[in-house]
């Protein structure tokens, strides 16, 4: 029976061999243990050994050429066998499929966009069981002063916090105690002193004065209306009132701009904040770059902050730094109020309900409208009535009038 | 080196025996050289070509129901002496979970617990000391076994080698020391790193008798093992080296160039399996026909044990935690 | 009963000896001489030189033997007379004992006890005071154990010869003679198991042999400082009881490993990630390492000391992890 002779690994490292020198010939006869060839392999020359007695019927794989392991290089059999079938079959070379899953592209966006989010803010030091009785008490660790080393918060910091215990001693009031009605002493929350402290220096610091005007928001809501009948996600006002804003900054950029002292500094961009309630106190998670960002782009980033800010998760840089900020106090019924100016921003406006109302027309006729009080608060060190009337007036004219904005 | 033993005395079917076993340790190991070129075996793998006649030789002196036999890394040959079936062998090279070892040991780790086989063990010299604790519980339990311990020339100068003969002797361990010298540790003539080149004496310093005999013969290789088995169960342990020579590298990865072709040559003119049949069919106790089925059996019976690993299944995944403590 | 150490390791020896014909006591003066410390003192008289072997300076090979003889179904007992030694017999340990199980694909197993003291005592210089623990902990295929204490000796030493796997049985020279309860009847302690020697929550001391009397003075110095610490004293070292550490870890946020180890790569370091890594949300404060200092031991007494851990070290540790 005639079989094919085949490349074997002559080291355990060779992949391939290349015949260098046949020393049989096609009819010689040979015994198991003759020498064949010699092969080139990776490491040396070596010496191919026949595993089979009889006669050399047809060499397959001629000299100066290569093969892989498991490749026929000869046949040898029975004097004059017929070799038709065993030369049909011919061997396909596996193919070397180095199919390499590209996760690369997949994994590089995702370390990019970690590297993104990383902060620029100094690391804070902080032992694991702090960060997480932090986090469990909704606790920024930002304020803390940590009595470890190298400043590192540990878990006494945070014990005097949650019990309260600071200079002054406060009584704590064990709540299952009270039932009677009278006087009690609250202790503080961290989150309720930062609001306290920077809302009063905002006061004190910025002399505030107030313009006040009505807006017909009939073409907003129209359009508001027949957008979210077909949209996947509803867009909410307040992206429509932060988009509006962010236009109006850009033909009044002393609005958007900073009490410095010795100057007044412009900024570069509209961040606008939006003032949002949370369970213990507000924060105004801000969107960023609102000129140059479309309403439905507005309104989806505003979507993840909010939800952000309602579970306390945050970053300092997505609340703190705002340079014009909005207060929606809409739908808690307020018709009309006056916001405090939320720093380093130098106005607020204040956003009321919209009510339908008769409203006198060009025309003398009553028409109802459906209108909102808008109360712009300004610092006067930066901006005078003329320049804040100016905007607010602007403001007023894009959000009756859409198509102006693009004027 | 003795004469040439009257074949005579020996029952025909004994002899056959003999000569099959060593013509499927050579066709298997042949096989297996294959097998390993085509990269279904992997790792070190150490033929036994050419020594055929020391394990069929030795261990046919044995019983295994109450006998052990341990031995170094060159173990194909002892575990089909054994009776450990080629097929199982052939798994464990392929590392399938049908081997011997369930694939977890591989060519220098081949056992078998029920047939007495304990290895099959990768150190060098490293077995000599486990293999006379097997002797010692033979004695501490008062039973009527004995030991085979099998070592290469390699391992003679071992410290293990010297503290295990030391205590065999003083506590009168049933055991036999078989060192398979074929003349070269891997690529070293033994020549170059021994004191002294019979290695008879090497048991002197216990006082145990040693004797230097010829492996190439399987009737010498038989009829010395016996004495040695038969003075061991009486509690007196023995050492033999038996001469023996092989014809392919220390391993698969090994050229032997440290052999002249005339020295390869000369041994392979003594090849045990040609000299027992030479020996047979002169005194016509057996034809050549009957020869070349005995081969023809023994090559289909290497083709067979491939076929069947080739289809064996690897092991789970789980098999990796298994059998680490029981 | 009231026992030293040694005492309660002889009686584990002798009962184990008495109820299974298989086991045996192999080693150097282990028979005429009634052991190097004593340990074996009266079992040549009661058992026989059968199963009470005095074997030759060969521990590489009488290890080997053990382990052959474990193989086919006797129980050995192989005494180091000291874990120094162990290193002439490391092959056979690591390349045998641990693997034959494995390498047979569970055809045999090896049911053995290596045993005898580990660690420095005294005045001994650098190759008599090696603790040895971390090399043979990294071995898997081995069990091992460190009782510190006459109670915990006997109960872990005859569980040991009743494991039918090999188990590296560390003692201490300077152990032999500690005192203990110990009841009267038969009991045995499992292996994977610690024992919380003392209550507290304010920091856990984790510690295994000899060092534990020095983990209980450090304790009381610290509970005078107001500082209320948890010992756990591991016991079994592989397996590891990583339950009870993390479930200490956890109630006191602070953790302080001492040991006789060598601090590079010892079993100290490893179970100081496992706490990281099981526990880092409850860690106030880093895992501090109290181990023998990475250097030989030296003769001069002084220096010797020095080189181990102390109450000193001890209660320096905790005060870091405490922030004092």
């Known amino acids: 029976m005639a079989e094919k002779l085949l490349m074997t690994a002559l080291s355990p490292t060779m992949e391939n061999g290349l015949i260098v020198k046949w020393n049989k010939k096609e009819g010689d006869l040979i015994q198991s243990g003759d020498i064949l060839c010699e092969v080139e392999t990776d490491k040396a020359t070596m010496d191919y050994e026949s595993s089979v007695d009889g006669e050399l019927l047809k060499i397959l794989l001629p000299e100066g050429r290569k093969a892989f392991i498991g490749d026929p290089i000869a046949i040898v059999g029975d004097k004059s066998e017929d070799l038709s079938q065993l030369l049909v079959d011919s061997k396909s070379k596996p193919d070397k499929e180095t199919s390499i899953i590209s996760d690369f592209t997949h994994a590089e966006k995702e370390i990019k966009q970690l590297q993104r989010q990383k ?74 002193r930062i609001i306290a402290k920077r809302l009063s220096e905002s006061m004190y610091s910025a002399p505030h004065y107030y313009l006040k005007l009505s807006v017909n928001m009939d073409k907003i809501l129209s359009e508001r209306s027949e957008f979210n ?179 | ?110 056992f078998d617990a029920e047939k007495h086989m304990l290895g099959g063990n990768g150190i060098v010299g490293g077995h000599i000391p486990v293999a006379t604790g097997v002797a010692f519980k033979i004695s501490y339990k008062k039973e009527d076994g004995v030991v085979l311990c099998s070592f290469g020339d390699g391992s003679i100068h071992m410290g293990s080698f010297h503290e295990s003969l030391n205590m065999a002797k003083i506590w009168n361990l049933p055991i036999v020391y078989i060192c398979e010298n074929n003349q070269y540790g891997m690529g070293t003539d033994f020549k170059r790193v021994s004191s002294v080149e019979n290695f008879a004496v090497m048991g002197a310093s216990y006082n145990i008798p040693g004797k230097q005999i010829n492996g190439m013969d399987v009737l010498e290789v038989y009829e010395e093992t016996l004495k040695a088995v038969s003075e061991a169960r009486k509690g007196n342990p023995s050492f033999i080296e038996i001469k023996t020579y092989r014809y392919r590298g220390h391993s698969m990865s ?71 403590l029981i | 009963m009231l026992i030293t150490y040694r005492e309660a390791l002889r009686q584990a020896i002798d009962e184990e000896m008495a109820r299974d014909e298989n086991v045996f006591l192999i080693g150097e003066e282990v028979g005429q001489y009634n052991g190097a410390y004593k340990v074996s003192l009266g079992l040549l008289d009661k058992y026989g030189p059968r199963r009470v072997v005095d074997a030759p300076i060969t521990e590489e090979g009488f290890t080997g033997i053990g382990i052959g003889a474990a193989m086919v179904g006797l129980r050995p007992i192989v005494e180091w007379m000291t874990f120094n030694f162990s290193l002439m017999a490391i092959d056979q340990i690591i390349n045998n004992a641990a693997k034959m199980r494995y390498m047979s694909g569970g055809q045999l197993n090896v ?171 409850y860690l106030d404060a880093p895992v501090e390492l109290v181990a023998s200092e990475d250097t030989p031991m030296p003769y001069n007494h002084s220096l010797e000391l020095a080189a181990q851990p102390s109450v000193e070290k001890i209660v320096q540790a905790v005060k870091k992890v405490m922030y004092r």
């Open chain 2, 254 to 324: 090994d050229p032997a160039k440290y052999r002249t072709k005339d020295e390869l040559e000369e041994y392979k003119a003594q090849d045990p399996i040609l000299i027992l049949k030479n020996k047979m069919l002169e005194h016509n106790f057996i034809a050549l026909d009957e020869y070349e089925q005995i081969d023809k059996e023994c090559k289909t019976l290497s083709e067979e044990a491939v076929q069947f690993a080739e289809e064996s299944q690897e092991p789970s995944i789980t098999a990796l935690y298994e059998d680490i």
């Open chain 2, 1 to 110: 080196m003795n004469q040439p033993r009257d074949i005579s005395k020996y029952e025909m079917k004994f002899l056959i025996n003999l000569l099959k076993e060593m013509l499927l340790i050579r066709r298997f190991e042949e096989k297996t050289g294959q097998m390993y070129g085509l990269k279904k075996i992997g790792g070190f793998c150490h033929l036994y070509i050419g020594q055929e006649a020391v394990s069929v030789g030795s261990i046919a002196t044995l019983d295994l129901k109450k006998d052990y036999v341990l031995t170094s890394y060159r173990d194909h040959g002892h575990a089909i002496s054994c009776g450990i079936e080629p097929k199982v062998i052939m798994a464990e090279l392929f590392g399938k979970s049908t081997g011997c070892s369930r694939g977890k040991g591989g060519s220098m780790h081949l």
């Open chain 1, 119 to 192: 902060h620029a803010i100094d690391k804070i030091k902080v032992s694991p069981l702090a960060r997480r009785i932090a986090a469990e008490n909704m606790i920024t660790l930002h304020d803390i002063i940590g009595t470890g080393p190298e400043g590192r918060i540990v878990k006494r910091d945070l014990e005097n916090i949650i019990k309260g215990k600071k200079n002054k001693s406060i009584n704590i009031v064990n709540p299952l105690a009270i039932e009677t009605i009278g006087d009690k002493s609250i202790p503080i929350t961290e989150k309720r």
């Open chain 3, 111 to 281: 049911p053995i006890v290596f045993r005898g003291p580990n660690g420095p005592a005294e005045y001994l210089s650098s190759q008599h005071s090696q603790a040895l623990e971390s090399l043979y902990v990294h071995i898997p295929g081995l069990k091992v154990v460190a009782p510190a204490s006459p109670y915990d000796a006997k109960g872990l030493l005859k569980t040991a010869i009743r494991d039918d796997n090999p188990v590296i049985f560390l003692e201490g020279e300077l152990m032999y003679a500690w005192k203990g309860e110990v009841p009267d009847g038969e009991y045995l302690i499992p292996f994977g198991k610690g024992d919380i020697k003392r209550s507290g929550d304010d920091v856990t001391l984790l510690t295994y042999s000899k060092p534990i009397k020095l983990v209980q003075e450090a304790a009381e110095a610290l509970e005078n400082e107001g500082i209320q610490s948890e010992i756990v004293d591991l016991r079994s070292l592989r397996p590891l009881d990583e339950d009870l550490i993390y479930q200490s870890v956890k109630k006191t946020n602070r953790c302080v490993i001492i040991e006789e180890s060598w601090p590079v790569a010892s079993l100290g370091t490893h179970i100081a990630w496992l706490i990281s890594k099981n526990c880092f949300d």
């Open chain 1, 229 to 407: 009948q077909v949209a996947k996600e509803k867009i909410s006002m307040n992206a429509y009132l932060i988009k509006f804003v962010a236009e109006a900054l850009k033909r009044h950029p002393m609005i958007n701009a900073n009490w410095q002292g010795d100057t007044i500094s412009k900024f570069a961009k509209a961040d606008i904040g939006l003032a949002v309630a949370q369970q213990d106190g507000l924060i105004t998670p801000i969107v960023k770059d609102c000129g140059n960002k479309g309403i439905l782009a507005v309104d989806y980033e505003l979507r993840i902050l909010i939800d952000k800010a309602k579970k306390g998760k945050l970053m300092p840089e997505e609340f703190i730094g705002a340079t014009f900020t909005i207060s929606n106090l809409g739908s808690y019924g307020i018709e009309e109020f006056t916001a405090i100016i939320n720093p380093p921003g130098s106005a607020i406006l204040a956003v009321g309900k919209i009510i339908k109302e008769p409203t006198v027309s060009m025309n003398n006729e009553i028409e109802i409208h459906s209108n909102v009080r808008l109360t712009l608060s300004c610092d006067h060190r930066v901006i005078d009535g003329v320049v804040g009337a100016s905007f607010l007036n602007d403001l007023k004219i894009m959000m009756e009038n859409p198509i102006k904005t693009l004027y």
